[in-house]
T-cell receptor, first 114, second 112 residues
């Protein structure tokens, strides 16, 4: 069935370091991969996404890479800041047919220490 | 532009009761999806609505139902509440199916 595995479950870094979170999906038909950031008491916030026709996408300090062959995608955060501390979720979806069902990873709790 | 709004933000119910949660999508968005978030199961897809039609449903019992109105607002209903239904219920809106989904703050449901 559809499954997304996410690693690590917790990540602790020093301010200014880089952070990398990795996800693997099972359904080879998946073609849309968003990343969400969830802070305490809030809903998930979309921070970046990538579609299967692109291998890498960057937005300031955040980048996402996709390896369709390995069914693997990663989130890279450079120059981390304390406000980056949150839980990050990866997700995968098949948007063919216009369906919106997101399959989420279990989340990574990122702590950035000053 | 206002974001996704969900009401109420917090609810306490007892076993056996039923509950209705409401979601107003971002203005102009016509697709609404619902997710359940629990510490044990994480974020799980409940169902998706577009143009007042349920287009997709997750693996939840029939006690979970929903609907969408002509103004794109959506409601979900849970009947015969069980302790395990305690969760954060999240609504996400997108302009149309397949586009980016933006989440609301959620409704925290506690079943006693």
């Amino acid at each position: 069935g559809e499954n997304v595995e996410q690693h690590p479950s917790t990540l602790s870094v020093q301010e200014g370091d880089s952070a990398v979170i990795k996800c693997t999906y099972s359904d080879s038909a998946s073609n849309y991969f968003p990343w969400y950031k969830q802070e305490l008491g809030k809903g998930p916030q979309l921070i970046i996404d990538i579609r299967s026709n692109v291998g890498e996408k960057k937005d300031q300090r955040i980048a996402v890479t996709l390896n369709k062959t390995a069914k693997h995608f990663s989130l890279h955060i450079t120059e981390t800041q304390p406000e980056d501390s949150a839980v990050y979720f990866c997700a995968a979806s098949k948007v063919s047919g216009g369906y919106n069902k997101l399959i989420f990873g279990a989340g990574t709790r990122l702590a950035v220490h000053p | 532009k206002a974001g996704v709004t969900q009401t109420p933000r917090y609810l306490i119910k007892t076993r056996g009761q039923q509950v209705t949660l409401s979601c107003s999508p971002i203005s102009g968005h016509r697709s609404v999806s619902w997710y359940q978030q629990t510490p044990g199961q994480g974020l799980q897809f409940l169902f998706e609505y577009f143009s007042e039609t349920q287009r997709n449903k997750g693996n939840f019992p029939g006690r979970f139902s929903g609907r969408q109105f002509s103004n794109s607002r959506s409601e979900m209903n849970v009947s015969t509440l069980e302790l395990g239904d305690s969760a954060l219920y999240l609504c996400a809106s997108s302009s149309s199916p397949g586009n980016e989904q933006f989440f609301g703050p959620g409704t925290r449901l506690t079943v006693l």
